[in-house]
């Protein structure tokens, strides 16, 4: 009982003390403050004079002065530098008797107005973004910013109604011309504005969207009718006051609508006063624009129109053009009688109010450190691209178009029009589909029109677009004569501007109306290099497209045109995008610098792929070792993410395991149909018996491999022997500790050779295979030994014999089966066997320096030495990749069989393949996939983070290809760890790959708060 007394007394003394309002208490400060100042002192508090972080000491000096002489209210701040910004704010700080109000117009970030800070998409780009939401969270880290470098109030957000094309001044400073959109995305922006404590300052009431002068050079004129003006350019300044906006910016505008006299609303009591906060019942902050416009300052001399600006409702006047004028005029109005004293007093009151809520709550001098770093937070940066990637609008795709399909069929060019140089656009194509790139600088495009001729679907970067009226938007009749040639391809037309620019292509009326030959038309806003890449990402599904057109181009786009499409392929994106932190992955660079300092490998990359997005895609070291003792000749190269490797036994599932469940689902093959039946030469044989079940399970009986190359040394011709345990005179090269090879020796006769022979033919440089070894090599394969038992163990002749059924049913060899109905269909053009022949030597990686058998170093070349000796193409091993195109496989997987909007193979037969084997005891292994191992006594192939669900495989030149189904999870590790030989085991031994998997679980932990979209395709098994 004494208890629950204790607890009454304590909520009973709880509400005795609750805590203060926070107006309140701003209320009474300002009260208390304004009982001491001077008529002068608030006078001075209702200036924001302009300054400069650009400009010498001097400048900043004369700028101190008029703050102590006057007691200047606060400073608006205009270009420089964050770092001279903060130390010039905390100076002028320390010499105001009164905190001053730090403002500035940072509409899209302030990186607008200064150097190396961030700035967000324009606010036409955002009125294309569908969820509101991200405006909130832009606001708020557009607040950060501000607070950061000391300032308290963004004079944003522009909520004009932007219904005239012409507008010289607003155009992509407006979310649109939507009414409803712009309130309800400039309420979202104010909003996160204030969850961090920064004033916003709605404009430009009472609209500037439907004019056609810039008030910075002239009074323009809104001459629109009441209702039409009540009816849309007043309508989100309505809105907002309602949801208690707290500041607004008068514009410098005649609007005759509301008042007839010729003056501009600054100066207007019937605007301000009457309409604004009479009619509308604004109670909050009024805000003149900058006075020394044009637009004001052509209809009054310096300091008469501060005073008719404050006799007209005006708060606080921002940027007088003469500060001594203004303040001696008004000063003289306030003696004669014009302006009273208790207007002044309430002015000064609500700039104190405002203060206090904004300025006093924080340390009046802002920290100097780190500041490019906290202004450019990676967190921050990651909303950016979220904004820019969910602004892509597709204005017309004609039958589906896009994303694109079926990329086997396609010969794709891409242009970047009106440019001498290739952009990212044309760079993030390439990651997607062989595309040919071209640029068009010059006179009219005839010669590329020739050079498109052999491409049936072309990709045209508009680099010409602009969003200045003044040059018709970047109209370019050279583009429209592109255009109009190209009638008999598929186009797809990329704009990076406003879309205004688009109009004169669509309304064109002659021979050359491109609006039909246009197959899609992609509208990104903005010509920087994030927005470009996510345009590009869109034409092949990387992302979902989502975008609706803020403004209308005519009858045929208006505004809120935007087809939507889906995410069907791979996308990138920044870590934080899907909830993953980056300094987590971080941690990977350390293990893999660590790996090449302790010569564990080369070089190597590593890429992660979250919920169908690549964010982590590094390379590390180079090709090969810089001054190694046995190649000191060999130069050594920078490793490139678009570097080619020999990924050895991936081989398994990269080619033959995705070949094999394709004739599963088209039912030509039966798992556990005795081999025999597909290879009648394996009747009455060890094998006819022998199912694909059991040699993709790694459980058929079948020896790991056969070492043919150690049996054709003809051992007895050689001095000495070929191993010994330890190094002598002649074995001189390491396989291991207690193993050391002679690499003096010929071959035997009739096998392999050094030299060129009769009957031999040439297998790579110097060196060559007699004609009929290959049979010889089948046959010791088909002869081998199976055992009884048939006990897991892994093996490659298993996979070899895989291979042969499947060329025998599909009639093709390995390779052009792949290459037909996998790769060419993904956009894996950088995957393929025999890469010395195929693929692009320069950007091959030399797997190995092989100084014992080959003599050579082997590049593009297999390393696998069955695989090769077979003729390079293996189901065991022989397929080169890069890491790219691996993770188009791996997600292939992931998403169950379908990528790209196409269907592979069927969600049943990639469960049968990616399950657990469950039927054979001790065995961890799925089908032709390797799987986590959870029995503590074995060796487990990958981290213990990874998910039962998981699967993948290794390659012995040091790869690790996984993903895991549970976690949306891709990882991608490649190396050529045997370069210079294959004996040495450092990159094993040190859990190279494990730990990096291990760092990426770490790093992807909760991903709950993850903005990107999901992939529908993307499930757990």
Request: proline letters at 5%; one cysteine or more.
């Given at each position: 009982m004494s208890n629950f007394l204790l607890v009454l007394a304590i909520v009973a003394a709880s509400l005795l003390h609750e805590p203060e309002d926070p107006h309140r208490l701003a209320i009474e400060w300002s009260e208390a403050k304004l009982q001491t100042m001077t008529l002068d002192e608030k006078v001075g508090q209702l200036l924001m004079i302009a300054a400069y972080s650009n400009r010498n000491r001097k400048y900043e000096e004369s700028v101190r002065k008029l703050v102590q002489k006057y007691n200047i209210g606060g400073i608006v701040f205009f270009q420089g530098d964050p770092d001279k910004q903060v130390k010039f704010t905390n100076e002028l700080q320390k010499a105001a008797k009164y905190p001053l109000l730090i403002g500035l117009d940072a509409e899209h970030g302030v990186g607008w107005r200064l150097e190396s800070a961030m700035e967000f998409p324009q606010m036409l780009t955002n009125g294309a973004i569908v969820d509101d939401s991200l405006l909130f969270r832009m606001g708020a880290a557009i607040a950060r910013h501000c607070k950061t470098i000391g300032v308290h109030i963004n004079f944003a957000p522009d909520v004009d109604i932007n219904t005239n094309a012409v507008n010289p001044v607003i155009g992509m400073r407006s979310f649109g011309e939507n009414k409803e959109k712009v309130y309800r995305k400039g309420l979202m922006y104010a909003r996160g504005l204030m969850s961090e404590n920064v004033l916003p300052v709605a404009k430009h009431f009472p609209g500037h969207g439907n004019t056609y002068e810039d008030s910075h050079k002239l009074l323009p004129i809104l001459n629109q009718s009441y209702e039409e003006l009540n009816a849309v350019e007043l309508y989100p300044f309505r809105k907002l006051i309602k949801a208690d906006i707290p500041a607004i910016m008068i514009a410098h505008l005649h609007v005759p609508a509301l008042d007839s006299a010729n003056i501009?609303?600054?100066?207007?009591?019937?605007?301000?006063?009457?309409?604004?906060?009479?009619?509308?019942?604004?109670?909050?902050?009024?805000?003149?624009?900058?006075?020394?416009?044009?637009?004001?300052?052509?209809?009054?001399?310096?300091?008469?129109?501060?005073?008719?600006?404050?006799?007209?409702?005006?708060?606080?006047?921002?940027?007088?053009?003469?500060?001594?004028?203004?303040?001696?005029?008004?000063?003289?109005?306030?003696?004669?009688?014009?302006?009273?004293?208790?207007?002044?007093?309430?002015?000064?009151?609500?700039?104190?109010?405002?203060?206090?809520?904004?300025?006093?709550?924080?340390?009046?001098?802002?920290?100097?450190?780190?500041?490019?770093?906290?202004?450019?937070?990676?967190?921050?940066?990651?909303?950016?691209?979220?904004?820019?990637?969910?602004?892509?609008?597709?204005?017309?795709?004609?039958?589906?178009?896009?994303?694109?399909?079926?990329?086997?069929?396609?010969?794709?060019?891409?242009?970047n029009f009106s440019a001498d140089t290739f952009n990212t656009f044309q760079l993030m194509l390439s990651q997607y589909a062989e595309v040919a790139h071209f640029v068009s600088k010059d006179d009219y495009p005839d010669d590329l029109i020739a050079n498109l001729a052999r491409y049936n679907c072309v990709i045209i970067y508009n680099s010409a677009a602009s969003n200045r009226i003044s040059t018709q938007f970047g109209y370019s009749h050279r583009l429209n004569y592109l255009l109009g040639h190209l009638r008999d391809k598929r186009v797809i037309l990329c704009h990076p501007a406003i879309p205004y620019g688009l109009s004169s292509y669509l309304n064109e009326i002659s021979n050359h109306n491109v609006d039909a030959v246009m197959d899609a038309i992609i509208v990104n806003y903005e010509k920087i290099s994030i927005s470009s890449q996510y345009a590009a990402q869109a034409i092949f599904g990387g992302i979902a497209v989502t975008g609706k057109l803020p403004v209308s181009i005519n009858t045929n786009y208006c505004a809120g045109t935007g087809i939507s499409t889906p995410k069907t392929r791979l996308g990138y994106a920044l870590p934080e995008m899907c909830g993953v932190r980056s300094k987590e992955l971080e941690k990977i660079d350390a293990i893999c610098k660590s790996a090449i300092d302790m010569k564990a490998t080369p070089g190597c990359q590593v890429l992660v792929a979250k919920d169908n997005y690549i964010i982590y895609n590094k390379t590390f070291g180079q090709n090969?070792?810089?001054?190694?003792?046995?190649t000191p000749n060999l130069p050594s190269v920078d490793n490139r993410v678009d570097k080619i490797y020999d990924i050895a036994s991936v081989t398994k599932i990269a080619a033959t395991t995705p070949a094999i469940m394709k004739l599963l689902d088209e039912g030509k093959i039966n798992l556990d149909a005795p081999i025999s039946t597909y290879l009648p030469s394996l009747t009455n044989t060890n094998k006819q018996n022998l199912t694909l079940r059991e040699m993709l399970a790694h459980q058929a009986g079948l020896k790991n491999y056969i070492p043919f190359l150690y049996h054709f040394i003809d051992k007895k011709a050689m001095t000495g022997k070929f191993l010994t345990t330890a190094p002598t005179q002649q074995n001189t090269v390491k396989f291991s500790d207690k193993q050391y090879a002679n690499p003096i020796f010929q071959f035997r006769e009739a096998t392999l050779s050094y030299v060129p022979k009769s009957d031999f033919e040439q297998i790579m440089p110097q060196l060559y295979m007699h004609k009929d070894l290959k049979r010889e090599l089948v046959t010791k394969i088909l002869e081998s030994e199976v055992s009884d038992r048939k006990e897991y163990l892994y093996s490659d002749i298993g996979f070899i014999l895989i291979q042969w059924v499947l060329e025998q049913i599909s009639g093709e060899s390995l390779d052009t089966y792949c290459r037909k109905n996998i790769y060419n269909r993904l956009g894996a053009n950088n995957t393929d066997f025999l890469a010395y022949q195929r693929l692009n030597k320069d950007l091959i990686v030399p797997s190995s320096n092989d100084m014992v058998y080959r003599k050579s170093e082997i590049k593009g070349y297999v390393h696998d030495p069955t695989a090769f000796l077979l003729g390079g193409v293996g189901g065991n091993a022989g397929l080169f990749s890069t890491a790219g195109d691996l993770a188009k496989i791996m997600a292939l997987f992931m998403n169950r069989g379908v990528y790209g909007d196409e269907s592979y193979f069927s969600d049943t037969t990639l469960t049968i393949f990616a399950r657990n084997t469950c039927g054979y005891n001790g065995n961890r292994r799925g089908l032709g996939f390797d799987k986590p191992e959870f029995d503590s006594t074995k060796i487990n192939p990958v981290c213990p983070e990874a998910s039962a669900e998981s699967f993948g495989h290794s390659g012995f030149t040091g790869s690790l290809v996984w993903c895991d189904p549970k976690n949306n999870l891709i990882y991608i590790f490649?190396?050529?760890r045997t370069y210079p030989n294959e004996y040495d085991t450092k990159l094993l031994n040190m859990n190279i790959r494990t730990n990096i998997q291990s760092v990426i679980y770490k790093a992807v932990g909760e991903t709950a708060n993850s903005v990107m979209d999901l992939s529908n395709h993307v499930s757990s098994y």
């Open positions: 501009p609303a600054t100066l207007s009591p019937r605007v301000i006063n009457y309409w604004l906060k009479n009619q509308l019942n604004f109670k909050g902050i009024v805000f003149t624009d900058a006075m020394n416009m044009r637009g004001v300052t052509g209809t009054a001399p310096p300091g008469e129109v501060e005073v008719k600006a404050l006799m007209a409702g005006a708060d606080v006047l921002i940027v007088p053009e003469d500060v001594d004028k203004a303040i001696k005029t008004i000063k003289q109005a306030i003696d004669s009688g014009l302006i009273s004293e208790t207007d002044i007093n309430e002015k000064c009151k609500k700039i104190l109010i405002t203060k206090y809520e904004y300025v006093l709550p924080h340390p009046l001098r802002v920290r100097t450190d780190s500041l490019r770093a906290r202004l450019n937070r990676v967190e921050d940066i990651a909303l950016k691209n979220e904004l820019y990637k969910q602004a892509v609008t597709l204005l017309k795709n004609t039958d589906n178009f896009l994303p694109l399909k079926r990329l086997d069929t396609l010969r794709i060019a891409s242009v090969t070792y810089t001054k190694n003792k046995a490649l190396s050529n």
